[in-house]
């Protein structure tokens, strides 16, 4: 497992933007993916996006494609959810996760508020 801390979140005015991100307390040998979830109050668990390692291939939900983009700082073992064009029903707790195949994830980060006021 490995420690994920998101970070960037808060109140935003629809149509503003946010740029959350995902520090992993270390990187990862192997391939893997990291993907973008959030969860609103009374909702289920909704899939945002991925970047896949080491090819940094993208894909997102079709409720984000063309407002949000994931990028990486391999550095900085650092992923990053911007989002563009924000709507209040974008507000949610958005959290990251590793996995290694699809659907299987060994490490969650804690989740950060993003809040769109109309």
């Known amino acids: 497992q490995v420690q994920l801390v998101e970070s960037g979140g808060g109140l935003v005015q629809a149509g503003g933007s946010l740029r959350l991100s995902c520090a992993a307390s270390r990187r990862t040998s192997s391939a893997f993916h990291m993907d973008w979830f959030r969860q609103a109050p009374g909702k289920e668990r909704e899939f945002v996006g991925l970047i896949k390692w080491p090819s940094g291939n993208t894909d997102y939900a079709d409720s984000v494609k063309g407002r949000f983009a994931i990028s990486r700082d391999i550095a900085k073992n650092t992923v990053y959810l911007q989002m563009n064009n924000l709507n209040p029903e974008d507000t949610a707790v958005y959290y990251c996760?590793?996995?290694?195949?699809?659907?299987?994830?060994?490490?969650w980060g804690q989740g950060t508020q993003v809040t769109v006021s109309s």
């Open positions: 996760a590793r996995g290694f195949r699809p659907g299987e994830y060994d490490s």
